[in-house]
T-cell receptor, first 112, second 114 residues
Framework: GEDVEQSLFLSVREGDSSVINCTYT??????LYWYKQEPGAGLQLLTYIFSNMDMKQDQRLTVLLNKKDKHLSLRIADTQTGDSAIYFCAEKGPGGYQKVTFGTGTKLQVIP | NAGVTQTPKFRVLKTGQSMTLLCAQD?????MYWYRQDPGMGLRLIHYSVGEGTTAKGEVPDGYNVSRLKKQNFLLGLESAAPSQTSVYFCASTLAGTSYNEQFFGPGTRLTVL
């Protein structure tokens, strides 16, 4: 089946850039996502990228997709303490009911 | 709009007890999902529903049952709870027919089985 892998933990200093990486196995992925989970809350969609794109920028967020290597990254510029959260990479295949496979999540700790 | 709500927020069960988790959404979404979240394992799909009256198995369905009698509600049942079912349970919903299919999540239910 599909698999999505991420490192479990990342620590950065406030003001630095954060880069969270993800690899996936499904070559037929149509959309790839980054969800954010704040402590004690559910996941919220942060951004997404269609599989025929290689980059998407949204304010402080930059998503890079290398489809050949099945690698997705999320760069957060000028990281703030409010960015401390767990970030989940996810991918959607072409299936009819919109099955989404989530990664294990990367916990981002921002040090003041 | 309340979005996706889950009841209860916390619960402690003894092994062998049963319970039902309720998920409700007021966004008129067709698709609904139940996930469990365990440390180091991310989110795993338990069951899902593509519409009122329909349900299907996900990745880890054993020990759980679901029902979708009304479009806005999706119930997850544990008939005989086991310690391995200690987890945080999330419900999510999606509007059918959209391109990128954002999933909207509830706040979660933290379940401990002793």
């Amino acid at each position: 089946g599909e698999d999505v892998e991420q490192s479990l933990f990342l620590s950065v200093r406030e003001g630095d850039s954060s880069v969270i990486n993800c690899t996936y196995t499904d070559s037929s992925s149509t959309y790839l996502y980054w969800y954010k989970q704040e402590p004690g809350a559910g996941l919220q969609l942060l951004t997404y990228i269609f599989s025929n794109m290689d980059m998407k920028q949204d304010q402080r967020l930059t998503v890079l997709l290398n489809k050949k290597d099945k690698h997705l990254s999320l760069r957060i510029a000028d990281t703030q303490t409010g960015d401390s959260a767990i970030y989940f990479c996810a991918e959607k295949g072409p299936g009819g009911y919109q099955k989404v496979t989530f990664g294990t999540g990367t916990k981002l700790q921002v040090i003041p | 709009n309340a979005g996706v709500t889950q009841t209860p927020k916390f619960r402690v069960l003894k092994t062998g007890q049963s319970m039902t988790l309720l998920c409700a959404q007021d966004m008129n979404h067709e698709y609904m999902y139940w996930y469990r979240q365990d440390p180091g394992m991310g989110l795993r799909l338990i069951h899902y529903s593509v519409g009122e009256g329909t349900t299907a198995k996900g990745e880890v369905p054993d020990g759980y049952n679901v029902s979708r009698l009304k479009k806005q509600n999706f119930l997850l049942g544990l008939e005989s709870a086991a310690p391995s079912q200690t987890s945080v349970y999330f419900c999510a919903s999606t509007l059918a027919g959209t391109s990128y299919n954002e999933q909207f999540f509830g706040p979660g239910t933290r379940l401990t089985v002793l």
